[in-house]
Nanobody
Framework: QLQLVESGGGLVQPGGSLRLSCAAS????????IAWFRQAPGKEREGISC????????TYRDSVKGRFTITRDNAKNTVYLQMNSLKPEDAAVYYC????????????????????WGQGTRVAVAS
């Protein structure tokens, strides 16, 4: 079972940037699609972005397109989420998750397919 640890969260002003990291252990992420989800207080968890196992395909939620970028470094067993132009509505706990590769494309609609999850890192966006 892959273990995931997120880092990089914090407090940022609107318009600011953060880079989240998801470090994996207990296996190689080369065999996994990786996704980022987030959950704000009182709201359902939502998929933000995912990247397929070799980094050849990415998917983004409409509300973050053009602002967030997901990348992966398989040699470092780490996936990143660069978040720019942050808005107050981006505030949430962000989780990375992994699913064994089944097909070329990853997806962010069905979180239940992801079997490994990190503990989350909190992002706050406020003046």
């Amino acid at each position: 079972q892959l273990q995931l640890v997120e880092s990089g969260g914090g407090l940022v002003q609107p318009g600011g940037s953060l880079r989240l990291s998801c470090a994996a252990s207990g296996g190689t992420i080369r065999s996994y699609h990786i996704a980022w989800f987030r959950q704000a207080p009182g709201k359902e968890r939502e998929g933000i972005s995912c990247i397929n196992n070799m980094g050849g395909s990415t998917t983004y939620r409409d509300s973050v397109k053009g602002r967030f970028t997901i990348t992966r470094d398989n040699a470092k067993n780490t996936v990143y989420l660069q978040m720019n132009s942050l808005k107050p509505e981006d505030a949430a706990v962000y989780y990375c998750a992994a699913v064994l590769t089944a097909g070329y494309y990853c997806q962010i609609q069905m979180s239940g397919q992801y079997g490994s999850w990190g503990q989350g890192t909190r992002v706050a966006v406020a003046s």
